[in-house]
């Protein structure tokens, strides 16, 4: 058995379901980077379709559920967090989902594996797939079984994200928005990496990179807090010394 059957073996023990269409599950563990596009490949961006719809049920019965006096807002909010394909990224590694995935040798090498927009996406297909091979309950077990970390700090506060972070301390010292620049873009179209640069007046540029430009922008921005919160922040020199 090679590697990557034994982790489409591996995936099936943890979900707990034994695929009967074997091509239904290999569709939806292909990136549509495989083949090039080409037409006699099927890949999993219909499941995607379906799977992000089958999410949504999923995750707004489990929170009305959850508080059945809660507001719709409230709930909005909390599914937002939920079904975002980073918490479907986070799931996908807890399926073990990555190494099961099939991908060609250029996406592979530029990270595409351990993408959150790539793993989110297959994560919606794997839904998918468990519901037309297993019915909603199977999608429902998937579904509470690999989220059932996202709702234990659900109600937690929600700490703000480095772009808004920065953007107030600027505010705070009297400064222009940061702005930002794509300065670089690398890969294939499906699976690129993005260079941001982000520019404070008064202060040294900082760059990040990431898999679409918004996650970019948000490296660029930690970048320049972290250093912003070292000894001497962005701008500042070192104190003189009398001599």
Same mark, same amino acid.
Request: negative net charge; glycine residues 8%; contains cysteine.
């Given at each position: 058995?090679?590697?990557?059957?034994?982790?489409?073996?591996?995936?099936?023990?943890?979900?707990?379901?034994?695929?009967?269409?074997?091509?239904?599950?290999?569709?939806?563990?292909? @990136?549509?980077?495989?083949?090039?596009?080409?037409?006699?490949?099927? @890949?999993?961006?219909?499941?995607?379709?379906?799977?992000?719809?089958?999410?949504?049920? $999923?995750?707004?019965?489990?929170? *009305?559920?959850?508080?059945?006096?809660?507001?719709?807002?409230?709930?909005?909010?909390?599914?937002?967090?939920?079904?975002?394909? @980073?918490? $479907?990224?986070?799931?996908?590694?807890?399926?073990?989902?990555?190494?099961?995935?099939?991908?060609?040798?250029?996406?592979?090498?530029?990270?595409?594996?351990?993408?959150?927009?790539?793993?989110?996406?297959? $994560?919606?297909?794997?839904?998918?797939?468990?519901?037309?091979?297993?019915?909603?309950?199977?999608?429902?077990?998937?579904?509470?079984?690999?989220?059932?970390?996202?709702?234990?700090?659900?109600?937690?506060?929600?700490?703000?994200?480095?772009?808004?972070?920065?953007?107030?301390?600027?505010?705070?010292?009297?400064?222009?928005?940061?702005?930002?620049?794509?300065?670089?873009?690398?890969?294939?179209?499906?699976?690129?990496?993005?260079?941001?640069?982000?520019?404070?007046?008064?202060?040294?540029?900082?760059?990040?990179?990431?898999?679409?430009?918004?996650?970019?922008?948000?490296?660029?921005?930690?970048? *320049?807090?972290?250093?912003?919160?070292?000894?001497?922040?962005?701008?500042?020199?070192?104190?003189?010394?009398?001599?």
């Amino acid at each position: 058995m090679n590697k990557r059957a034994a982790a489409v073996d591996e995936l099936e023990r943890r979900i707990g379901h034994t695929f009967v269409d074997r091509d239904l599950l290999e569709r939806a563990l292909t @990136h549509a980077s495989v083949g090039d596009g080409a037409r006699d490949v099927r @890949h999993n961006e219909r499941l995607e379709f379906l799977g992000d719809r089958v999410l949504n049920l $999923c995750a707004a019965e489990r929170l *009305m559920a959850l508080d059945p006096d809660a507001r719709e807002g409230e709930m909005s909010r909390k599914l937002a967090s939920l079904v975002n394909y @980073h918490a $479907c990224a986070r799931a996908a590694e807890r399926a073990g989902l990555p190494d099961a995935l099939r991908l060609s040798a250029s996406a592979s090498k530029v990270g595409a594996r351990r993408s959150d927009a790539v793993l989110g996406d297959a $994560c919606e297909a794997l839904i998918a797939a468990l519901y037309v091979d297993g019915g909603l309950q199977t999608a429902k077990a998937f579904f509470e079984t690999f989220w059932a970390e996202a709702f234990v700090d659900i109600d937690a506060p929600r700490s703000k994200d480095p772009k808004t972070q920065l953007q107030e301390w600027a505010q705070g010292l009297g400064l222009p928005l940061p702005a930002y620049a794509i300065v670089g873009r690398e890969g294939p179209p499906h699976a690129p990496v993005f260079t941001v640069e982000v520019r404070v007046q008064g202060f040294e540029p900082e760059r990040g990179e990431g898999g679409s430009r918004q996650t970019a922008e948000k490296a660029a921005a930690q970048t *320049m807090l972290l250093k912003r919160e070292g000894p001497n922040p962005p701008g500042e020199s070192e104190p003189e010394t009398e001599t």
